[in-house]
């Protein structure tokens, strides 16, 4: 079975930098594409980035410039490196299986304020 399980997330001031961590198990990690989407309170899903199997990433223009996606193989790991947080970037955050919303797992908090 997929198992995804994020972690890293808190409580972080405006303009502060988290890197979220997704272990990840049950399937080949290094042939997969894996995404990070986030949840806000009475929201919906919403995307943020994805790296593909061959690490090209791609990002929401909300993401842009200011988070870093990244993975290692070797630890079957997805990172996200958030910078410039903003109080619009407080939600739950998940990775996925090439965006296949049934692998999310658990998820992370994330919550930006002052």
């Known amino acids: 079975d997929v198992q995804l399980q994020a972690s890293g997330g808190g409580l972080v001031q405006p303009g502060g930098s988290l890197r979220l961590s997704c272990a990840a198990s049950?399937?080949?990690?290094?042939?997969?594409?894996m995404s990070w989407v986030r949840q806000a309170p009475g929201k919906d899903f919403e995307y943020v980035s994805t790296?593909?199997?061959?690490?090209?990433?791609q990002y929401a223009d909300s993401a842009k410039g200011r988070f870093t996606i990244s993975r290692d193989n070797a630890k079957n790991t997805l990172y996200l490196q958030m910078t410039s947080l903003k109080p619009e970037d407080t939600a739950v955050y998940y990775c996925?299986?090439?965006?296949?919303?049934?692998?999310r797992g658990q998820g992370t908090q994330v919550t930006v304020s002052s």
């Open positions: 790296i593909s199997n061959t690490n090209f990433p």
């Open positions: 049950g399937f080949t990690f290094s042939s997969s594409g």
């Open positions: 996925t299986r090439d965006l296949d919303m049934s692998t």
